[in-house]
């Protein structure tokens, strides 16, 4: 990859709170638009057993429909649906950035909402209308989120739903030495999270000697969700961008081009 030009973000100091095995992408974005990533998980995913994701297998190669929830829920369960998920069922996601990693690695379509990644926006497209009586949906997702409501949607609809659980998040231990030294040194210029848990994560990790600091700084989310979560902990800066690691790039971009 050839160097970058001069680019807004030219030695801002950028947290990414994402997993540590999911925070590479954006990072190198980031990177290669002249910022320094610095890496915070909040959160930590721990998948189910063998015999879980097995089972979540076999429940997929029986369904009319399954909806993964999350880039992670295919990640994980993929392996075990390697040339083994029949043509017959229809692959869906909530969001875009799911639905790209699903069709590259099946080579088929796969139905998401284009406007906004979220139950609400998966729930409204019109092949997910009632009436739905005779459909089997299987939604793969991790505990917590907002998935039970799009269960219960669908259900209302007709469908048959089964929702299964095949990771946990958690809350990790991030370095807060790095992020202390980065408050110290030439300070932070935006923190990057992509889940209403992750605030509630940060907040809490970080401690009370933490909070103003958090709240002064620029936010940027993927949904109006995550904004109105982080402004009831009084941080009310926030830029609110597609689910998409450009497009994050592209609105912290815009942001500092504007308020240099």
Aim: glycine fraction near 6%; charge should be neutral; charged fraction near 15%.
């Amino acid at each position: 990859m050839s160097a970058a030009p001069a680019q807004p973000l030219a030695g801002r100091r950028i947290v990414v709170t994402r997993p540590a095995g999911q925070a590479g992408a954006l990072m190198a974005r980031l990177a290669y638009a002249g910022a320094v990533p610095i890496g915070l998980p909040v959160m930590d995913i721990v998948p189910a057993d063998t015999a879980v994701l097995r089972q979540a297998a076999e429940a997929v190669r029986a369904t009319d429909r399954v909806i993964f929830v999350s880039p992670t829920a295919i990640d994980l369960l993929w392996p075990y649906l390697i040339d083994r998920l029949p043509a017959r069922v229809a692959l869906t996601t909530v969001g875009t950035a799911s639905a790209r990693r699903l069709s590259q690695r099946c080579g088929r379509p796969v139905l998401h909402p284009s406007e906004r990644s979220d139950a609400e926006a998966l729930a409204a497209l019109p092949e997910l209308a009632a009436p739905l009586a005779g459909q089997h949906m299987v939604l793969i997702k991790g505990s917590g989120g907002r998935s039970q409501w799009l269960a219960n949607v669908l259900a209302e609809r007709g469908a048959t739903v089964q929702t299964l659980d095949i990771y946990q998040r958690q809350p990790a231990q991030p370095d807060w030495h790095s992020f202390d030294a980065a408050v110290a040194g030439p300070g932070l210029a935006a923190l990057a999270l992509t889940s209403t848990e992750a605030v509630d994560w940060l907040f809490m990790l970080a401690g009370e000697s933490r909070r103003a600091t958090l709240q002064s700084l620029l936010y940027v989310v993927p949904h109006p969700r995550i904004a109105d979560r982080l402004a009831q902990c009084g941080a009310p800066h926030c830029l609110i961008t597609a689910a998409d690691n450009d497009a994050t790039v592209a609105a912290l971009c815009e942001w500092f081009e504007t308020h240099p």
